[in-house]
């Protein structure tokens, strides 16, 4: 929680990005607005979040946050994209972290790997799934499954300050 | 003057996960109309295969963020079904009141998050905070309430932790019961401005279809039999004789047919089959409301769900005032092998599961999805709305199926990982 008086004119610029994944870390970010939605409004510009708003911008923004493994060559591109438009990136929840258990089928026997080939094929899907840091450098992660919402108010905390939305505490 | 245009929306906003929607219209006629689930496939009836039975719930639990209680209890159902165990009365109440917090949960956001901002003309939750800043804490209050009530039973609110098979981790602590009790019935005063919000707003689509879900007799989310508007009613057993796939080489989700026409689940359908098994003080204070069910009116799904929330919040309360939680042992498994039904109602409809184990372990779990269900209705629905507005700016119109998609509360997440058919 941050103080009205303290609060200066600059907002945050944030993306919130979900690729394959359940979007549970979704479903935490919009609960834990449940609490800080006042100081989210007055600190934070979403430029880009549909799982919020329908006028979403795909520009620079200060942090992108991702949620989701990486499936498709277009998603991969995407999240390439990202990454140039973004000052950090944030990796939250299992299947952004670490891939799992979106790419569950990267696991997958010789046998289960060919009955489900042709829906690869079908779909143009990439042949093993990626975490993100397998694509591009990521600056911080909160992990779990779904991501630990304290860790993820401790890195957005962090960047208000470095980007001089509010003053070091 | 005959029109030619084409439509291709690839990001459907305010909706959980990802669909798109591509149609053309020439001269005049609507065709090729396509809503497509776009999510990535992620092979959950592969990687269940061969799991722990007794911990293949967990597992599920991940198909879908904001209706991951309701694969977690539909799951434990199955499994348990299979194995002959028979849950005591607390551990089905402790689920009860589980899927409450989640419908209360989930019914918020979408009516608050999702839905409102098109009855407002607003773009999001948050511009709506710049003009009505009391609805937006009125979200937020009911959406909490339903949240810690699913963390104080069921030990988080996505992926429940004390849900499992043949009982309930952890029973209440009474203090925070009494807590989530007045917190439940603060949240209650709030939930009427959003019933006569949708029960004024001036969105219309109406349609014939058929109705679909289980039956209870205290609308609870569990039921033995599916009811619908066209037949008598089954057993939950015989879901697959009365559900077609339908295949949709377009989406990465299988559509479905009930007895071969397309029909629609969740809070509409349940509202215009067993409103009388509301929680009385739902049915005394929300009666104007009610009185709008049967209703052939997709939008009318909004109010469905509003008066489910006060429903949930209702059933609640009584349940957590009346009951003296106690310690239980989880019954345990005495056979290692068997076939097993559920039938639930997941916030947007009914979800099926189908497991097959031996030897304690997974050989196949099949399920359906409320959201693939309603699917093939969703496309008839756009093809109709599209026929009947051809002369509105294309904005406007894009902006007319984004809602009634919208109205429908379809989740994406779910709709894609259980597909077994073969393109030709």
Same mark, same amino acid.
């Given at each position: 929680?941050?103080?009205?008086?303290?609060?200066?004119?600059?907002?945050?610029?944030?993306?919130?990005?979900?690729?394959?994944?359940?979007?549970?870390?979704?479903?935490?970010?919009?609960?834990?607005?449940?609490?800080?939605?006042?100081?989210?409004?007055?600190?934070?510009?979403?430029?880009?979040? =549909?799982?919020?708003?329908?006028?979403?911008?795909?520009?620079?923004?200060?942090?992108?946050?991702?949620?989701?493994?990486?499936?498709?060559?277009?998603? =991969?591109?995407?999240?390439?994209?990202? =990454?140039?438009?973004?000052?950090?990136?944030?990796?939250?929840?299992?299947?952004?972290?670490?891939?799992?258990?979106?790419?569950? =089928?990267?696991?997958?026997?010789?046998?289960?790997?060919?009955?489900?080939?042709?829906?690869?094929?079908?779909?143009?899907?990439?042949?093993?799934?990626?975490?993100?840091?397998?694509?591009?450098?990521?600056?911080?992660?909160?992990?779990?499954?779904?991501?630990?919402?304290?860790?993820?108010?401790?890195?957005?905390?962090?960047?208000?300050?470095?980007?001089?939305?509010?003053?070091?505490? | 003057?005959?029109?030619?245009?084409?439509?291709?929306?690839?990001?459907?906003?305010?909706?959980?996960?990802?669909?798109?929607?591509? $149609?053309?219209?020439?001269?005049?006629?609507?065709?090729?109309?396509?809503?497509?689930? %776009?999510?990535?496939?992620?092979?959950?009836?592969?990687?269940?295969?061969?799991?722990?039975? $007794?911990?293949?719930?967990?597992?599920?639990?991940?198909?879908?963020?904001?209706?991951?209680?309701?694969?977690?209890?539909?799951?434990?159902?199955?499994?348990?079904?299979?194995?002959?165990?028979?849950?005591?009365?607390?551990?089905?109440? +402790?689920?009860?009141?589980?899927?409450?917090?989640?419908?209360?949960?989930?019914?918020?956001?979408? $009516?608050?998050?999702?839905?409102?901002?098109?009855?407002?003309?607003?773009?999001?939750?948050?511009?709506?905070?710049?003009?009505?800043?009391?609805?937006?804490?009125?979200?937020?209050?009911?959406?909490?309430?339903?949240?810690?009530?699913?963390?104080?039973?069921?030990?988080?609110?996505?992926?429940?932790?004390?849900?499992?098979?043949?009982?309930?981790?952890?029973?209440?602590?009474?203090?925070?019961?009494?807590?989530?009790?007045?917190?439940?019935?603060?949240?209650?005063?709030?939930?009427?401005?959003?019933?006569?919000?949708?029960?004024?707003?001036?969105?219309?689509?109406?349609?014939?279809?058929?109705?679909?879900?289980?039956?209870?007799?205290?609308?609870?989310?569990?039921?033995?039999?599916?009811?619908?508007?066209?037949?008598?009613?089954?057993?939950?057993?015989?879901? +697959?004789?009365?559900?077609?796939?339908?295949?949709?080489?377009?989406? %990465?989700?299988?559509?479905?047919?009930?007895?071969?026409?397309?029909?629609?689940?969740?809070?509409?359908?349940?509202?215009?089959?067993?409103?009388?098994?509301?929680?009385?003080?739902?049915?005394?204070?929300?009666?104007?409301?009610?009185?709008?069910?049967?209703?052939?009116?997709?939008?009318?799904?909004? +109010?469905?769900?509003?008066?489910?929330?006060?429903?949930?919040?209702?059933?609640?309360?009584?349940?957590?005032?009346?009951?003296?939680?106690?310690?239980?042992?989880?019954?345990?498994?005495?056979?290692?092998?068997?076939?097993?039904?559920?039938?639930?109602?997941?916030?947007?409809? %009914?979800?099926?599961?189908?497991?097959?184990?031996?030897?304690?372990?997974?050989?196949?779990?099949? +399920?359906?999805?409320?959201?693939?269900?309603?699917?093939?209705?969703?496309?008839?629905?756009?093809?109709?709305?599209?026929?009947?507005?051809?002369?509105?700016?294309?904005?406007?119109?894009?902006?007319?199926?984004?809602?009634?998609?919208?109205?429908?509360?379809?989740?994406?997440?779910?709709?894609?990982?259980?597909?077994?058919?073969?393109?030709?």
């Amino acid at each position: 929680m941050f103080p009205t008086c303290i609060l200066m004119a600059k907002k945050l610029s944030l993306g919130i990005f979900s690729f394959s994944c359940c979007e549970d870390s979704s479903i935490v970010l919009v609960e834990m607005m449940n609490d800080h939605w006042k100081d989210w409004a007055k600190l934070i510009d979403f430029k880009y979040a =549909r799982i919020l708003q329908t006028k979403n911008t795909l520009g620079e923004m200060d942090v992108a946050i991702i949620e989701g493994a990486i499936a498709h060559e277009k998603d =991969r591109q995407k999240v390439l994209e990202i =990454r140039k438009l973004a000052k950090k990136v944030v990796a939250i929840g299992s299947c952004a972290c670490v891939g799992l258990p979106a790419g569950q =089928r990267n696991l997958f026997n010789e046998e289960t790997k060919k009955e489900i080939q042709f829906i690869i094929d079908k779909f143009g899907m990439m042949e093993k799934v990626e975490s993100i840091p397998q694509i591009i450098h990521v600056d911080d992660m909160v992990v779990g499954c779904p991501m630990d919402e304290a860790k993820f108010l401790e890195v957005l905390n962090k960047y208000l300050v470095e980007f001089e939305v509010v003053p070091k505490p | 003057m005959h029109l030619d245009f084409d439509i291709n929306l690839d990001a459907i906003s305010k909706i959980e996960g990802h669909a798109a929607l591509s $149609l053309k219209v020439r001269n005049d006629e609507v065709l090729d109309v396509q809503f497509q689930i %776009t999510e990535q496939k992620r092979f959950y009836s592969q990687a269940v295969r061969g799991k722990s039975a $007794l911990n293949v719930a967990q597992l599920v639990s991940r198909i879908c963020g904001t209706c991951s209680i309701a694969h977690l209890s539909c799951c434990l159902e199955a499994v348990e079904n299979a194995l002959k165990i028979e849950p005591t009365q607390q551990t089905k109440l +402790l689920r009860k009141l589980t899927t409450y917090g989640m419908y209360i949960r989930d019914h918020a956001m979408h $009516l608050y998050m999702f839905s409102l901002p098109d009855v407002l003309r607003k773009d999001s939750i948050l511009e709506i905070a710049e003009t009505s800043p009391e609805l937006v804490e009125q979200c937020f209050k009911i959406k909490a309430a339903g949240n810690n009530l699913s963390k104080l039973i069921a030990g988080k609110a996505i992926h429940a932790t004390y849900p499992e098979i043949g009982g309930h981790a952890q029973i209440p602590d009474k203090e925070a019961v009494k807590k989530s009790i007045a917190e439940l019935k603060s949240a209650r005063e709030e939930i009427f401005d959003m019933m006569q919000i949708y029960h004024e707003s001036d969105f219309k689509f109406e349609r014939e279809t058929r109705y679909v879900c289980t039956n209870n007799d205290d609308f609870s989310y569990t039921g033995d039999e599916i009811i619908s508007s066209t037949g008598t009613p089954v057993p939950k057993s015989h879901y +697959l004789w009365h559900l077609q796939r339908v295949i949709l080489p377009y989406s %990465t989700s299988t559509g479905f047919q009930f007895r071969g026409k397309e029909f629609m689940v969740g809070s509409l359908a349940r509202m215009n089959l067993k409103k009388n098994s509301l929680h009385k003080d739902t049915k005394r204070d929300a009666s104007s409301y009610i009185a709008e069910f049967p209703s052939k009116d997709v939008y009318k799904n909004n +109010l469905a769900q509003a008066i489910e929330t006060l429903h949930s919040i209702d059933h609640s309360i009584e349940l957590l005032e009346t009951t003296d939680f106690r310690p239980e042992t989880p019954i345990a498994p005495t056979i290692k092998d068997g076939i097993g039904v559920a039938a639930i109602e997941a916030p947007r409809g %009914t979800l099926y599961y189908h497991v097959e184990i031996g030897d304690l372990k997974v050989k196949e779990v099949d +399920l359906v999805i409320p959201t693939a269900q309603n699917q093939v209705n969703i496309g008839f629905d756009i093809k109709q709305l599209v026929e009947t507005n051809l002369h509105l700016p294309k904005p406007e119109l894009e902006f007319e199926i984004e809602k009634l998609i919208r109205a429908y509360d379809p989740c994406m997440s779910c709709a894609t990982h259980f597909l077994k058919v073969k393109w030709l």
